[in-house]
């Protein structure tokens, strides 16, 4: 947030420098990010009062200056058309150096002299106006400075505001917490109200509909006014604090925001029908035109204010176009409410629209501050547009707010801070904060926090509050005393960064995905009904209903991850993540809470270049992956099996991983109705998941030495003949099995489903490595347990040799 010092000033005594208050702020929690100072820079611009205006004669939108700078008169040549005699305006003489870095020159204008350059407000960066040149008021004397006519000399603090700090996003909230600081007095805005129009409840009503999303509703109303521009010290202010200048009208609204936090809102009365106002909810698909001209389809997550007949605003985000206030506007009904922050929340994500307004209310605003905001913007618009103001509010608050109470120990402040401060102090830190403090005894205080800081709920939040009016930077160093453990990082976090080594050196890339899914992902992904997929932990306050549960399965996530991607055209993906899921326990109150891996790929294994031809990514990549990764953990006995079916996987293509006999994940093309509920049926994806607790146990087993091989190895292959569905896994085991020790190693080198086989069957080549440990095989032996394997997997099988 942009703050003006000068603006400060007016609520604040500031004796320190700029720097020095941006290293206060930012100690006590409030981090000031840059201060910039304005204004200086328009030393050497002068006021200048123009004497005579004429026509160019050679140009007709031009005009011929004749000026008094004080100490001598000159001519200059300017297009602006709103310039008239006595008129004062900046003036800019030769040499001069503009904020955009443009020199003035002396020169001449088809024929005619101009020495210097009468300036507009943007030019000199003082507000983004340009519609004519700067008119200054009429009481300066020639000739002096600008930054000596007009207070336009400032530093702007660009403050960072947390989101736990929503009563700092405004003037007056910082104001306050300089006052805090300093040990100075905070001085409020003055009032003026004289209420000469009929009483309002004879001009308009309220009604709450929703009282959870709009506990309180307050509405005053200005007749004839007269819409114009801003003063320029208006102008300059919001200029400075990000805002655009648009008319008196909501201009105010605007500066009372940045002044005091509330967001307002003006409504032109006359365009009201019935001329009162509804609180509700949008009904679905229900259509709404905003001020910028964009049209919404709305849903039941978005609150709305209504007239009599139709919606006028969402509310606490953006005004409507049909009740706007334009040039033809006389009568303002003025909006200022409080609005639930969640569902705030949920209709600015929903429809995607974020304002300054929503960004207040998201984070929480003072609901008994709803009153004050809109008395002091009808006092500035009653000042600046002139009109009669209604007699009273009209204020819609049914349930009156109930401030907490805390009670606060000295003892356990002073030891959770390690610094020794007395009661009466605490007690003194905590009344500058503008909280009600009674003493209870000497080592307790009964709080009750302001309206204003609904971030304060809890006896810890105060000590906060304590330690940071005594400073951060005087509560000493103290070591804690810690007995060396013998136990170092846990197993899971060194799995973890073994795992993450091994998978990036894959050419994998990390994601990491929201924890909040919809709850329709498990009907996605096929789960059964019994499935844990369907145990979800439901989230009180979700931001939408695609994030209402916790998520039971990576999978959503990274398929979110690979549609993102595929839609911005980054097909050839190789990502992972490492996270948790959290799956509902009955009769618990928090979940159970497993890491998971998962790993997918799409597109391209690689592309087509003059040494290879392109190929897609297959089963046998995300297999290999896996492999590679569970052997760079060490594991080397385990296996591919399809004992059954997995929610997400292609049934045809996926099987589960089993290590000594335990699942410890699966691996799989991703079904194709997947692939469809995500926009992606052109495209196939494979993945591998993997259970971190279930790998864990089967790395838990120590590893033995072993020696290294004393005799040579013989190796022998043979190809057999199988049915189709009969898994490979199972050849593999028939082979070790009957392999008596002898053994050592099964891999498959080729596979083959063609023309020359039968096509209800598929050959596999197997190549075994036969090794003893207590000598050197002979040839006979060997080919006698060879002729035995092959017997066994016929007898268990039905299969036979290939040949040929």
């Avoid at 521009?229 to 200029?239: I, N």
């Avoid at 059964?528 to 439901?538: A, G």
């Amino acid at each position: 947030m942009k703050v003006s010092l000068n603006w400060l000033k007016d609520y604040v005594d500031i004796e320190v420098s700029p720097d020095e208050l941006g290293q206060l702020l930012t100690m006590t929690g409030l981090e000031v990010e840059g201060i910039e100072e304005v204004g200086q820079s328009l030393e050497d611009i002068v006021v200048a009062k123009i004497l005579t205006v004429e026509s160019h004669p050679k140009a007709d939108r031009l005009s011929i200056c004749q000026l008094d700078i004080g100490r001598e008169g000159l001519q200059v040549v300017c297009g602006a058309s709103n310039l008239k005699e006595g008129y004062l305006v900046p003036l800019a003489l030769p040499d001069v150096k503009l904020p955009d870095g443009t020199v003035i020159k002396e020169s001449r204008i088809r024929g005619k002299n101009s020495k210097g350059m009468l300036l507009a407000e943007d030019e000199m960066g003082l507000t983004d106006d340009h519609t004519g040149i700067m008119i200054l008021p009429p009481d300066f004397a020639p000739g002096i400075s600008l930054p000596s006519a007009l207070p336009i000399s400032d530093w702007v603090l660009d403050v960072d505001i947390t989101p736990n700090r929503p009563d700092c996003t405004s003037v007056i909230g910082i104001a306050r917490e300089i006052a805090a600081i300093t040990g100075k007095s905070l001085k409020k805005p003055e009032l003026e109200i004289k209420e000469s129009g009929p009483p309002i409840e004879e001009l308009s009503s309220v009604t709450i509909i929703d009282p959870t999303g709009c506990p309180r509703y307050a509405a005053g109303i200005i007749q004839d006014i007269e819409l114009r521009p801003s003063p320029f010290w208006m102008r300059y202010r919001l200029y400075q604090s990000g805002m655009r200048a648009i008319n008196n009208i909501v201009d105010v609204t605007n500066y009372v925001m940045l002044e005091m936090g509330q967001p307002l809102h003006a409504f032109d009365y006359n365009r009201l029908r019935e001329n009162r106002i509804v609180v509700r909810r949008a009904e679905k698909g229900e259509g709404f035109t905003t001020l910028d001209g964009v049209g919404h389809n709305l849903n039941t997550e978005t609150l709305m204010i209504c007239d009599g007949e139709r919606a006028v605003a969402l509310a606490g985000i953006m005004g409507g176009l049909n009740s706007e206030i334009f040039a033809g506007t006389k009568n303002v009904l003025l909006e200022s409410a409080f609005f639930d922050s969640v569902t705030i929340r949920r209709g600015s994500k929903t429809l995607g629209i974020s304002t300054e307004a929503s960004y207040r209310f998201e984070r929480g605003i003072d609901i008994e501050g709803v009153t004050a905001a809109l008395a002091r913007a009808v006092s500035l618009i009653s000042n600046l547009s002139g009109g009669n103001i209604a007699a009273g509010f009209i204020d819609n608050y049914p349930n009156t707010y109930t401030s907490p109470v805390i009670d606060l120990s000295v003892d356990k402040t002073n030891h959770l801070l390690g610094i020794t401060l007395t009661r009466d102090i605490i007690s003194g830190y905590l009344k500058a904060l503008e909280m009600d403090v009674q003493d209870i005894n000497e080592n307790k205080l009964r709080v009750k926090p302001p309206s204003f800081r609904v971030d304060i709920t809890r006896e810890v939040d105060l000590i906060e509050e304590v330690a940071r009016l005594s400073g951060f930077d005087k509560i000493p160093v103290i070591y804690p005393s810690v007995r060396p453990s013998e136990k170092g990082e846990s197993a899971e976090l060194l799995l973890r960064d073994k795992v993450r080594s091994i998978i990036l050196g894959l050419g994998f890339t990390e994601i990491i995905t929201y924890s909040f899914i919809s709850p329709d992902s498990a009907d996605i992904l096929g789960a059964d009904e019994e499935s844990y997929l369907r145990s979800f932990m439901k989230i009180v306050n979700p931001l939408t209903a695609d994030q209402s549960v916790m998520r039971t399965s990576l999978i959503p996530g990274v398929m979110s991850a690979v549609k993102t991607n595929i839609l911005r055209d980054e097909k050839d993906l190789k990502l992972f993540e490492w996270g948790k899921v959290f799956i509902k326990s009955e009769g618990e109150q928090l979940p159970i809470e497993k890491n998971f891996l998962a790993a997918i790929m799409t597109g391209q294994y690689h592309q087509e270049t003059w040494y290879g031809d392109q190929r897609y990514v297959d089963f046998y990549d995300i297999k290999g992956a896996v492999e590679a990764v569970l052997k760079g953990l060490g594991l080397q006995e385990f296996l591919f099996q399809k004992k059954s079916s997995f929610p997400g996987y292609d049934p045809e293509l996926s099987s589960g991983i089993y290590c000594s006999g335990s699942l410890i994940g699966q691996v799989g093309r991703v079904f194709p109705g997947v692939m469809e509920a995500y926009d992606l049926k052109t495209e196939d994806a494979y993945l591998f998941e993997l259970d971190i607790e279930a790998l864990l146990k089967q790395l838990s087993e120590p590893k033995k030495f072993q020696p290294f091989a004393k005799f040579p190895a013989v190796y022998r292959d043979i190809s057999i003949i199988v049915k189709r569905e009969l898994e490979s896994a199972i050849l593999t085991e028939i082979i070790k099995q009957e392999g008596a020790g002898l053994v050592e190693s099964v891999q498959i080198f080729d596979l083959y489903e063609g023309e020359k086989i039968d096509p209800s069957k598929k050959a596999i080549g197997f190549r075994i490595c036969y090794r003893s440990k207590h000598g050197t095989l002979g040839g006979a032996e060997i080919n006698q347990l060879h002729e035995s394997i092959i017997d066994k997997i016929r007898q268990e099988t039905g299969g036979k040799l290939r040949e040929g």
